[in-house]
């Protein structure tokens, strides 16, 4: 069974990067699919990040893309985001997904829990 | 950037009623639509995907329509355990959006 798991900081100051991990469990990243971050800000709804297949491939949010790099790591069987230049309206709920596709982005079919992640001085 | 617009923004229903939710995207994007359900402090969960794809698990109450810029989501029977925020996904083309969401009550 496919399980997916964030972790970060949890707090993050304005104007640094925020650095959150996806641990992977059940199914090889290398085997295919595209894995994607997703977030939602306290009390509203969701905003797709971007989303990396296994090859490095990427599709980001235009929205985020100035500030954005989404990695893999094969040897941890993770992947990671990084958003730079933090304000206050990047705090939100980050979860990571899986989308069951080798070469287009589409749904989404496994979540994870999320990780929180505050903005503030 | 293609908007999904979600109709109602909430509802409130009996156990048992037939509950529709209505997505309509701001451009055509065929039948790349996707239902998701969240309950409170939890993850999304997939119901509906290619607009009337029944995701593994999903109880059959729920069926999801349509195609080209105006979808359906429909639970046939409503469950108090049906008590959550339903949104939908367009999966046409990049940046994926998802629309805002519509909240579900148990009367």
């Known amino acids: 069974q496919v399980q997916l798991q964030e972790s970060g900081p949890g707090l993050v100051k304005p104007s640094e990067t925020l650095s959150l991990t996806c641990d992977v469990s059940?199914?090889?990243?290398?085997?295919?699919?595209?894995w994607g971050w997703i977030r939602q800000p306290p009390g509203k709804g969701l905003e797709w990040i971007g989303s990396i297949l296994h090859s490095g491939k990427t599709h980001y949010n235009p929205s985020l893309k100035s500030r954005l790099s989404i990695s893999v790591d094969a040897s941890k069987n993770q992947i990671s985001l990084k958003l730079s230049s933090v304000t206050a309206t990047d705090t939100a709920l980050y979860y990571c997904a899986r989308h069951p596709f080798r070469d287009i982005v589409g749904y989404m079919d496994v979540w994870g829990k999320g990780t929180t992640v505050f903005v503030s001085s | 950037d293609i908007q999904m617009t979600q109709s109602p923004s909430s509802l409130s229903a009996s156990v048992g009623d037939r509950v529709t939710i209505t997505c309509r995207a701001s451009q055509f994007i065929s039948s790349y639509l996707n239902w998701y359900q969240q309950k409170p402090g939890k993850a999304p969960n997939l119901l509906i995907y290619?607009?009337?794809g029944l995701q593994s698990g999903v109880p059959s109450r729920f069926s999801g329509s349509g195609s080209g810029t105006d979808f359906t989501l429909t639970i046939s029977s409503l469950q108090p355990e049906d008590s959550a925020t339903y949104y939908c996904q367009q999966s046409y083309s990049t940046p994926l959006t998802f629309g805002g969401g519509t909240k579900v009550e148990i009367k």
């Open positions: 059940g199914y090889s990243i290398t085997s295919g699919y595209f």
């Open positions: 290619g607009a009337s």
